[in-house]
């Protein structure tokens, strides 16, 4: 049972260029997440999704996209990265419904800077 | 829009005291609140919950008290160890809303 696992731990990017950073889970969880987390703040959550083929946008979901076509895979998009977009992303996933009391499992990060 | 804040960033304690981590939330609509610990370089993990039919809840060495009149939220460890250093985050929501964060609070354990 490996949780939650992102994929790459690190990423440098050039200004303008794409890239997906990938989250997958094998916990069964139908909600999953995907924060940033700047240095020395909290985390702030960029899209959600409450089970597969449904997403929403959170607190800052700008320059970001993501798509839920699996229980088990969330993937962020990063389109025309941004120096801004420079941070630590975090997935995590939870049961949701009634069973939401367990908190979430978080993934173990991947560090992004764009240049 | 709400969030969950925190009183003080960082926390130093001699190792084998107690530590008090204090968090204040302004949402009063909240129902769950959670506190998080982040090591260096890693994802947050789970430490202890509560709900908000609770007041105090307790773990192994961790003790989470909610005041509600107050808004406030804290997190008790008992008997500091080195392995507690680390960033302690709280977190709320209501209902099945995704968690708010609060900025964090860092705790440096002296040995």
């Known amino acids: 049972n490996a949780g939650v696992t992102q994929t790459p731990k690190f990423r440098i990017l050039k200004i303008g260029q794409s890239m997906t950073l990938q989250c997958t889970q094998d916990?069964?969880?139908?909600?999953m997440y995907w924060y940033r987390q700047d240095p020395g703040m909290g985390l702030k959550l960029i899209y959600y999704?409450?089970?597969?083929?449904?997403?929403d946008k959170g607190e800052v979901p700008n320059g970001y996209n993501v798509s839920r076509s699996t229980t088990e895979d969330f993937p962020l998009r990063l389109e025309l990265a941004a120096p801004s977009q420079t941070s630590v992303y975090f997935c995590?996933?939870?049961?949701?419904?009634?069973?939401?009391?367990?908190?979430?499992?978080f993934g173990s990060g991947t560090r992004l800077t764009v240049v | 829009g709400e969030s969950v804040g925190l009183h003080l960033p960082t926390l130093s304690v001699q190792e084998g005291d107690n530590s008090i981590i204090n968090c204040a939330y302004s949402?009063?609509?909240?129902?769950?609140f959670i506190w998080y610990k982040q090591e260096s370089g890693k994802g947050p993990q789970f430490i202890i919950d509560?709900?908000?039919?609770?007041d105090k809840r307790q773990g192994q060495r961790v003790t989470v008290l909610l005041n509600k009149t107050v808004k406030h939220l804290s997190l008790q460890i008992a008997a500091t160890q080195p392995g507690d250093s680390a960033v302690y985050f709280c977190?709320?929501?209501?209902?099945?809303?995704?968690?708010?964060f609060g900025k964090g609070t860092r705790l440096s354990v002296i040995a």
């Open positions: 995590a996933s939870s049961y949701g419904g009634n069973e939401r009391y367990y908190g979430y499992t």
């Open positions: 916990m069964n969880h139908n909600y």
């Open positions: 999704s409450v089970g597969a083929g449904i997403t």
């Open positions: 949402n009063s609509a909240s129902d769950y």
């Open positions: 509560i709900r908000s039919n609770m």
């Open positions: 977190a709320e929501n209501k209902g099945n809303t995704p968690l708010v």
